[in-house]
Protein backbone atom coordinates (compact mmCIF):
# COMPACT_ATOMS: atom_id res chain seq x y z
CA UNK A 1 0.00 0.00 0.00
CA UNK A 2 1.54 3.20 -1.20
CA UNK A 3 1.73 5.91 1.71
CA UNK A 4 1.01 9.82 0.84
CA UNK A 5 3.05 11.81 3.16
CA UNK A 6 1.28 15.54 3.85
CA UNK A 7 3.85 17.02 1.12
CA UNK A 8 3.73 14.69 -1.60
CA UNK A 9 1.20 13.76 -4.43
CA UNK A 10 0.68 10.62 -5.87
CA UNK A 11 3.24 9.36 -8.79
CA UNK A 12 2.62 9.94 -12.06
CA UNK A 13 1.82 6.62 -12.42
CA UNK A 14 -0.93 6.13 -10.14
CA UNK A 15 -2.33 9.75 -11.11
CA UNK A 16 -2.50 9.03 -14.84
CA UNK A 17 -5.39 6.61 -14.75
CA UNK A 18 -5.18 2.99 -15.98
CA UNK A 19 -6.80 0.21 -13.66
CA UNK A 20 -4.88 -3.22 -12.85
CA UNK A 21 -6.52 -6.44 -12.67
CA UNK A 22 -8.79 -7.24 -9.75
CA UNK A 23 -12.00 -7.48 -8.21
CA UNK A 24 -14.62 -4.93 -7.98
CA UNK A 25 -15.64 -4.35 -4.34
CA UNK A 26 -19.05 -2.78 -3.46
CA UNK A 27 -19.72 -1.31 0.04
CA UNK A 28 -23.72 -0.55 0.47
CA UNK A 29 -25.49 1.00 3.50
CA UNK A 30 -29.04 -0.17 2.80
CA UNK A 31 -30.42 2.70 5.51
CA UNK A 32 -28.61 5.61 3.83
CA UNK A 33 -31.01 8.15 2.54
CA UNK A 34 -33.52 7.09 4.92
CA UNK A 35 -33.82 4.08 2.90
CA UNK A 36 -35.28 5.64 -0.36
CA UNK A 37 -33.15 3.77 -2.46
CA UNK A 38 -33.31 0.59 -0.66
CA UNK A 39 -33.83 -1.94 -4.38
CA UNK A 40 -31.16 0.18 -6.11
CA UNK A 41 -28.20 -2.09 -5.01
CA UNK A 42 -29.76 -5.00 -7.01
CA UNK A 43 -29.74 -2.41 -10.75
CA UNK A 44 -26.05 -1.31 -9.56
CA UNK A 45 -24.35 -5.02 -8.95
CA UNK A 46 -25.95 -5.89 -12.38
CA UNK A 47 -24.48 -2.61 -14.35
CA UNK A 48 -21.35 -3.88 -12.31
CA UNK A 49 -20.81 -6.79 -13.48
CA UNK A 50 -21.26 -6.28 -17.34
CA UNK A 51 -17.91 -4.95 -17.09
CA UNK A 52 -16.18 -8.59 -16.85
CA UNK A 53 -14.40 -8.04 -13.53
CA UNK A 54 -15.75 -10.19 -10.39
CA UNK A 55 -17.89 -8.08 -8.41
CA UNK A 56 -17.90 -8.86 -4.29
CA UNK A 57 -20.70 -7.13 -1.98
CA UNK A 58 -18.57 -6.20 1.04
CA UNK A 59 -20.27 -7.70 4.43
CA UNK A 60 -20.42 -5.38 7.05
CA UNK A 61 -23.61 -4.74 10.32
CA UNK A 62 -21.35 -1.25 11.57
CA UNK A 63 -19.49 1.74 10.62
CA UNK A 64 -16.90 -0.12 12.31
CA UNK A 65 -17.04 -3.54 10.05
CA UNK A 66 -17.79 -1.18 7.29
CA UNK A 67 -14.06 0.50 7.20
CA UNK A 68 -12.66 -2.40 8.06
CA UNK A 69 -14.13 -4.72 5.25
CA UNK A 70 -13.08 -1.94 2.90
CA UNK A 71 -9.43 -1.43 3.97
CA UNK A 72 -9.31 -5.94 3.62
CA UNK A 73 -11.00 -5.39 0.22
CA UNK A 74 -7.95 -3.06 -0.73
CA UNK A 75 -5.72 -5.58 1.25
CA UNK A 76 -6.99 -8.21 -1.33
CA UNK A 77 -6.20 -6.57 -4.48
CA UNK A 78 -9.45 -4.90 -5.36
CA UNK A 79 -8.98 -3.21 -8.67
CA UNK A 80 -12.08 -0.38 -7.31
CA UNK A 81 -14.28 -0.04 -4.88
CA UNK A 82 -17.78 1.53 -5.31
CA UNK A 83 -20.05 2.81 -2.39
CA UNK A 84 -23.68 2.98 -2.22
CA UNK A 85 -24.74 5.45 0.08
CA UNK A 86 -24.10 9.35 1.05
CA UNK A 87 -21.37 10.86 2.64
CA UNK A 88 -20.45 8.69 5.74
CA UNK A 89 -20.53 5.30 3.43
CA UNK A 90 -18.13 7.94 1.43
CA UNK A 91 -16.33 8.75 4.27
CA UNK A 92 -15.73 5.08 5.37
CA UNK A 93 -14.03 4.34 1.95
CA UNK A 94 -11.90 6.83 1.51
CA UNK A 95 -9.74 5.65 4.61
CA UNK A 96 -9.22 2.48 2.89
CA UNK A 97 -8.40 4.08 -0.76
CA UNK A 98 -6.75 7.46 -0.25
CA UNK A 99 -3.28 7.20 -1.66
CA UNK A 100 -3.36 3.75 -2.74
CA UNK A 101 -4.15 3.50 -6.24
CA UNK A 102 -7.56 1.44 -6.45
CA UNK A 103 -10.19 3.40 -7.86
CA UNK A 104 -13.30 4.77 -6.04
CA UNK A 105 -16.49 5.57 -7.47
CA UNK A 106 -19.15 6.90 -5.01
CA UNK A 107 -23.19 5.86 -6.08
CA UNK A 108 -25.19 9.16 -4.06
CA UNK A 109 -27.52 7.38 -2.53
CA UNK A 110 -27.58 9.18 1.14
CA UNK A 111 -28.98 11.65 2.63
CA UNK A 112 -25.82 13.91 1.44
CA UNK A 113 -24.08 13.61 -1.33
CA UNK A 114 -21.52 16.26 -1.41
CA UNK A 115 -18.27 14.83 -2.23
CA UNK A 116 -20.08 12.89 -5.17
CA UNK A 117 -21.81 15.75 -6.73
CA UNK A 118 -18.77 17.90 -5.84
CA UNK A 119 -16.71 15.95 -8.02
CA UNK A 120 -18.63 15.67 -10.81
CA UNK A 121 -20.63 12.65 -10.49
CA UNK A 122 -24.43 13.14 -11.48
CA UNK A 123 -26.53 13.19 -8.55
CA UNK A 124 -28.80 10.80 -10.28
CA UNK A 125 -27.19 7.57 -8.54
CA UNK A 126 -28.50 5.61 -11.57
CA UNK A 127 -26.71 8.10 -13.81
CA UNK A 128 -23.99 8.07 -11.80
CA UNK A 129 -23.55 4.17 -11.69
CA UNK A 130 -23.44 4.12 -15.81
CA UNK A 131 -20.54 7.06 -15.58
CA UNK A 132 -18.92 4.40 -13.40
CA UNK A 133 -19.41 1.59 -15.63
CA UNK A 134 -18.05 3.40 -18.55
CA UNK A 135 -15.01 4.60 -16.69
CA UNK A 136 -14.53 0.69 -15.87
CA UNK A 137 -14.94 -0.34 -19.19
CA UNK A 138 -12.68 2.31 -20.38
CA UNK A 139 -9.67 2.01 -17.40
CA UNK A 140 -10.04 5.44 -17.30
CA UNK A 141 -9.90 7.42 -13.52
CA UNK A 142 -9.50 10.94 -12.85
CA UNK A 143 -7.18 12.28 -9.95
CA UNK A 144 -8.72 14.44 -7.08
CA UNK A 145 -7.39 16.11 -4.35
CA UNK A 146 -8.69 14.47 -0.55
CA UNK A 147 -7.94 16.28 3.14
CA UNK A 148 -6.22 14.64 5.54
CA UNK A 149 -7.05 15.89 9.31
CA UNK A 150 -3.76 15.05 11.80
CA UNK A 151 -4.23 15.65 15.60
CA UNK A 152 -1.36 16.72 18.07
CA UNK A 153 -1.00 13.00 18.80
CA UNK A 154 -0.59 11.61 15.40
CA UNK A 155 -4.03 10.46 14.59
CA UNK A 156 -5.14 11.39 11.27
CA UNK A 157 -8.07 10.66 9.15
CA UNK A 158 -9.07 11.60 5.24
CA UNK A 159 -12.19 13.56 4.31
CA UNK A 160 -13.10 14.45 0.57
CA UNK A 161 -16.07 17.08 0.87
CA UNK A 162 -15.92 19.60 4.06
CA UNK A 163 -14.83 19.89 7.97
CA UNK A 164 -17.08 21.66 10.25
CA UNK A 165 -15.57 23.63 13.28
CA UNK A 166 -17.70 25.69 14.43
CA UNK A 167 -21.57 25.72 14.90
CA UNK A 168 -22.66 23.17 12.50
CA UNK A 169 -19.87 20.63 14.60
CA UNK A 170 -21.54 21.98 17.88
CA UNK A 171 -25.45 21.06 16.70
CA UNK A 172 -23.94 17.37 15.27
CA UNK A 173 -22.23 16.83 18.64
CA UNK A 174 -25.42 18.00 20.45
CA UNK A 175 -27.75 15.85 18.32
CA UNK A 176 -25.25 12.54 18.80
CA UNK A 177 -25.58 12.92 22.63
CA UNK A 178 -29.81 13.12 22.40
CA UNK A 179 -31.85 10.07 22.33
CA UNK A 180 -34.91 11.93 21.48
CA UNK A 181 -36.77 12.74 19.62
CA UNK A 182 -35.53 10.27 16.69
CA UNK A 183 -35.18 10.97 13.15
CA UNK A 184 -34.31 14.56 11.53
CA UNK A 185 -36.25 16.42 14.16
CA UNK A 186 -33.46 15.65 16.64
CA UNK A 187 -31.29 17.66 14.66
CA UNK A 188 -33.64 20.60 14.39
CA UNK A 189 -33.73 20.46 18.47
CA UNK A 190 -30.39 20.61 18.48
CA UNK A 191 -30.16 23.56 16.11
CA UNK A 192 -32.58 25.36 18.71
CA UNK A 193 -30.44 24.23 21.69
CA UNK A 194 -27.34 25.66 20.36
CA UNK A 195 -28.74 28.75 18.72
CA UNK A 196 -29.84 29.59 22.34
CA UNK A 197 -26.29 29.23 23.53
CA UNK A 198 -24.77 31.01 20.94
CA UNK A 199 -21.54 32.56 21.21
CA UNK A 200 -18.57 33.32 19.26
CA UNK A 201 -15.63 30.97 19.69
CA UNK A 202 -11.79 31.91 20.01
CA UNK A 203 -10.04 30.37 17.30
CA UNK A 204 -6.21 30.23 16.59
CA UNK A 205 -5.88 29.35 12.48
CA UNK A 206 -2.65 28.91 10.62
CA UNK A 207 -2.74 28.97 6.89
CA UNK A 208 0.35 27.97 5.48
CA UNK A 209 1.80 29.15 8.52
CA UNK A 210 0.52 32.54 8.82
CA UNK A 211 -1.07 32.89 12.04
CA UNK A 212 -4.28 34.77 12.91
CA UNK A 213 -6.53 35.04 15.94
CA UNK A 214 -10.52 35.43 15.94
CA UNK A 215 -13.65 35.04 17.33
CA UNK A 216 -15.92 33.14 15.19
CA UNK A 217 -19.63 31.58 14.77
CA UNK A 218 -18.73 29.58 12.02
CA UNK A 219 -15.69 27.84 10.45
CA UNK A 220 -15.09 25.12 7.61
CA UNK A 221 -12.24 24.09 5.76
CA UNK A 222 -13.78 22.68 2.58
CA UNK A 223 -12.02 20.43 -0.48
CA UNK A 224 -15.39 20.29 -1.64
CA UNK A 225 -18.27 23.31 -1.65
CA UNK A 226 -20.93 21.43 0.03
CA UNK A 227 -21.53 20.03 3.15
CA UNK A 228 -25.04 18.78 5.13
CA UNK A 229 -26.88 17.57 1.82
CA UNK A 230 -26.44 20.42 -0.78
CA UNK A 231 -25.22 23.56 1.84
CA UNK A 232 -22.27 25.75 -0.24
CA UNK A 233 -20.58 26.81 2.39
CA UNK A 234 -17.13 26.76 0.71
CA UNK A 235 -18.99 27.52 -2.88
CA UNK A 236 -15.49 28.33 -4.73
CA UNK A 237 -13.74 24.90 -3.44
CA UNK A 238 -11.92 22.84 -6.65
CA UNK A 239 -11.13 19.35 -5.23
CA UNK A 240 -8.20 19.37 -7.86
CA UNK A 241 -6.31 22.50 -7.08
CA UNK A 242 -4.17 21.20 -4.49
CA UNK A 243 -5.94 24.20 -2.00
CA UNK A 244 -8.09 24.35 0.69
CA UNK A 245 -10.97 26.71 1.19
CA UNK A 246 -11.51 27.95 4.83
CA UNK A 247 -14.42 29.91 4.90
CA UNK A 248 -15.36 31.60 8.60
CA UNK A 249 -17.70 33.99 9.85
CA UNK A 250 -18.14 35.88 13.24
CA UNK A 251 -18.46 37.15 16.02
CA UNK A 252 -22.42 37.77 14.80
CA UNK A 253 -25.91 37.41 16.96
CA UNK A 254 -28.28 34.91 16.51
CA UNK A 255 -30.08 36.80 14.70
CA UNK A 256 -27.85 37.44 11.77
CA UNK A 257 -26.96 34.11 11.79
CA UNK A 258 -30.51 32.65 10.97
CA UNK A 259 -30.05 35.51 7.95
CA UNK A 260 -26.81 33.71 6.43
CA UNK A 261 -28.06 30.53 6.88
CA UNK A 262 -30.13 30.58 4.24
CA UNK A 263 -28.06 31.76 1.79
CA UNK A 264 -25.45 29.00 2.27
CA UNK A 265 -27.61 27.04 -0.04
CA UNK A 266 -26.86 29.38 -2.45
CA UNK A 267 -23.34 29.83 -1.95
CA UNK A 268 -24.47 33.86 -1.97
CA UNK A 269 -23.38 34.09 2.12
CA UNK A 270 -19.80 35.39 0.85
CA UNK A 271 -20.82 38.14 0.01
CA UNK A 272 -21.69 39.34 3.93
CA UNK A 273 -19.06 41.36 5.69
CA UNK A 274 -19.35 39.16 8.56
CA UNK A 275 -18.29 36.23 6.72
CA UNK A 276 -14.49 36.05 5.30
CA UNK A 277 -12.65 32.67 2.83
CA UNK A 278 -8.98 32.29 2.56
CA UNK A 279 -7.36 30.00 0.78
CA UNK A 280 -3.86 27.26 2.13
CA UNK A 281 -2.62 24.37 1.42
CA UNK A 282 -2.41 23.70 5.19
CA UNK A 283 -5.27 24.95 8.00
CA UNK A 284 -4.20 24.29 11.20
CA UNK A 285 -7.33 24.88 13.74
CA UNK A 286 -7.06 25.90 17.53
CA UNK A 287 -10.15 26.17 19.77
CA UNK A 288 -11.52 24.69 22.78
CA UNK A 289 -14.25 22.26 23.26
CA UNK A 290 -14.84 21.84 19.41
CA UNK A 291 -14.84 18.19 17.79
CA UNK A 292 -14.49 18.73 14.11
CA UNK A 293 -17.05 17.14 11.74
CA UNK A 294 -15.68 15.50 8.29
CA UNK A 295 -17.91 15.03 5.55
CA UNK A 296 -21.00 14.69 8.47
CA UNK A 297 -19.10 12.61 10.31
CA UNK A 298 -17.72 12.90 14.09
CA UNK A 299 -13.70 13.01 13.25
CA UNK A 300 -11.18 14.90 15.67
CA UNK A 301 -11.15 17.53 18.51
CA UNK A 302 -9.44 20.48 17.83
CA UNK A 303 -6.43 21.43 17.74
CA UNK A 304 -5.66 19.72 14.48
CA UNK A 305 -4.39 20.37 11.10
CA UNK A 306 -5.60 19.99 7.75
CA UNK A 307 -3.43 19.22 5.02
CA UNK A 308 -4.92 19.23 1.37
CA UNK A 309 -3.16 16.34 -0.66
CA UNK A 310 -3.39 16.61 -4.49
CA UNK A 311 -4.54 14.08 -6.64
CA UNK A 312 -5.27 11.70 -3.25
CA UNK A 313 -7.83 9.63 -4.43
CA UNK A 314 -8.22 7.97 -8.65
CA UNK A 315 -12.30 8.23 -9.32
CA UNK A 316 -14.01 6.32 -11.81
CA UNK A 317 -15.19 9.51 -14.11
Keep these: ?????????????????????????????????????????????????????????????????AGAACRAAVADGAAALVTVGG???????????AGTGVAFGPVPAGTGNDFAVGTGF??????????IVAALAAGRTRSADLARM????????????????????????????????????????????ELARLRPRHYLLRLDGVARELDA??????????YGGGMRICPTADPTDGLLDVVYAG????????????????G???AHPMVHTQRA?????????????????RALPLPLTVTAVPGAVRLLR
Design 1 to 65: MLAVTADDQLPGSLAAGGLPDGHLAVLANPTAGRGRFRGLLPAVLDRLGTVGRPVRLLEAGSAAQ
Design 87 to 97: DGTVHLALQAV
Design 122 to 131: PADPLAAVEV
Design 150 to 193: TGPDGTSRWYGAVLAAGFDALVNERANRMSWPRGPRRYDLAILV
Design 217 to 226: VLVAVGNCPS
Design 251 to 266: PISRTTLTRIKPRVYR
Design 268 to 270: THL
Design 281 to 297: RTVELVAEDIVGYADGE
